[in-house]
Each structure stands twice: as C-alpha cells, then as structure tokens.
C-alpha cells in the first residue's frame, strides 16, 4: 500500500462519538488536517488542531461547506436526536463526488443499512469497517463494580473478540489516507478471544480489587434490561448476539495488524487506560 504523499484533509462524521473521536485523533496523529463535523460545534470538546464545523447528515446541504478540500470521508449510517438509519447515502455520496472526495470509509451500522448501501454503490473509492464487540462496552459495568464490586449479566461463558475502539479509529485512519483498501469489508477485532468471566478477572486485576461475577438467567436479564429502559429491539439484539455470538464476533481477524503494521491492542491494555472508571475514590479531609 502506497501512504499519500502529502498530509490530506479528512471529514469525520460522527466525530464526538465513541469511534468518530478514535478516527480524528489517529489522523490527527499521523498529521493529517482533521475537520471534525458535529450537530453542535459549540458543545464538542476536540484537541488542538482539530477544526470542528457543524453540519447533519440528515440534512446534506448542511455539509457543503464542510466538504470543501477535503479528500478522505468518514461516514456512519445512523444519525439525528433519535439515532435513525440514514435515509440520506446517495445526496450525501453525491455532494462528496462533487467535492472531490478521493475515499470514504463507513462504520458498519450491525447489518445493512441504506448509508452503507449508497456507499458500495456509489463510484468515490470506499471501505467498510466492521467492528465487533467494542471494549468500550465494558463500561456498562462501572456502576455495579464501583458500588457493589459485582458485575451482573447472562451468559459468563460466551465468547468475543472485542476490539480496542482506538484501532477501530486506526483502520479507518489508514483506510482514508492510504490506497489498497478499495472496495474492502474489513472484519476489526482484538487480539484475543475471552469469556465474560475472563473480562471479569482481567479488570479485577486492571483495578486492584475483586470482582464477583453474578451469572444471571435470560429470564433475568430481560427484567433488568426491562427495568433499565431497553426497548424491544435492543433486547432481541443483546440476546442475538450474547446467546448466540455469531462465529464472526468470536474469531480473530487479524485485520488490525495485516493494515495498520501493529498488533491489536489487548483488553488487558483498555482494561488499564480505563480502571479508573471502576474504582471508588473517598474524599480526603481537606480537599472536598
């Protein structure tokens, strides 16, 4: 693969969300110009250099301006307040074309979707990326483990080969600045296969302190979920993909290293960069 001779500009879509924010700081990294569009420029919180501009992928004249000179595109499939499939892929694609857009790279929505169907069948140079489990995921957890030192879910023994979101970010980085990624669907996964209960003890470890591990019933877990506010979709889904992992979310791919030259970062890694977040810290007398 031949990397771009010059930095380019890239527009990242979706760019304050857990992956969008992955994909602008590793282009950022690699000393690409970063145009960050958001619904709200005013809220979003970016590092330096990164130039955020407003826009909605629900309504395409909004990006006009936020296409100009830009080279690479990132795109999601979902957008607005509610989170709804993009109606929007073939304006969007078009107005892209017209711009001059060279690639585009678009996160895989969990099935198809029409953003993602425009994309294949548009005629600028894309990729998909297809991540599985995020780890970033693990976070559900935080609540329990720093109130009651317990995670409570179904299903400990299944298996996942969750993935680092910043390689997510990595792939689509090199992906919209670098050629041989046309027309590619590529499956991001971490390193490792691990069981819930293995996840458990990593960030036990991660944290310095235990962690029990309550194996509910599905029966149970759909009261909790209930409880929590999922709707009847999101719980058909968490059942699809806990009780029944598709081969595809259990199975190393590889593809971190094979396009990017590094290996995928561990859950052991996520698990360190982020146990602050499962651990309770008491005030001290004096500093409020």
């Known amino acids: 693969m031949t990397q771009s001779e010059h930095p380019s ?14 994909v602008v700081a590793e282009l950022l990294d690699r000393g690409h110009t970063v145009r960050a569009l958001t619904r709200d420029p005013a809220t979003a919180r970016f590092p330096d250099g990164v ?47 017209a711009a001059g857009v060279r690639r585009v790279t678009v996160l895989n929505g969990g099935g198809a979707t029409p953003m993602e169907d425009a994309v294949r069948a548009g005629d600028i140079p894309w990729t998909v990326l297809m991540p599985v489990e995020f780890m970033g995921n693990t ?65 036990a470890d991660a944290r310095g302190r235990d962690i029990r591990l309550v194996e509910l019933s599905e029966a149970e877990a759909l009261e909790e979920w209930t409880a929590a506010g ?33 290996p995928a970062r561990s859950f052991d890694a996520w698990a360190r960069e982020h146990a602050d977040a499962f651990r309770v810290f008491l005030a001290c007398p004096g500093y409020g």
């Not at 879509?13 to 992955?22: D, F, P």
């Open 230 to 262: 999922a709707d009847e979709a999101t719980i058909t889904f968490l059942l699809d993909v806990y009780k029944n992992t598709p081969l595809v979310g259990r199975t190393v791919s590889g593809t971190v290293e094979k396009v990017t030259g590094r």
């Open 9 to 22: 500009t890239v527009l990242v879509t979706g760019a304050t969300g857990t992956v969008g924010r992955q």
């Open 139 to 203: 976070h559900e957890w935080a609540d329990g483990v720093r109130t009651a030192d317990e995670v409570r879910a179904p299903f400990a023994g299944r298996l996942s080969a969750l993935v680092h979101e910043g390689d997510i970010g990595a792939v689509a980085a090199v992906a919209l600045t670098e050629d041989g990624h046309e027309g590619q669907a590529y499956v991001i996964t971490g390193p490792q296969v691990l069981t819930l209960r293995e996840r458990v003890r990593v960030l």
């Open 51 to 97: 130039e955020v501009v407003g826009g909605d992928l629900t309504e395409p004249e909004t990006l006009e301006s936020a296409l100009d000179g830009v080279a690479g595109l990132h795109l999601i499939t979902f957008g607005g307040a509610a989170f709804s499939p993009l109606e929007t892929g073939p304006r969007v694609l078009a107005l892209a074309r």
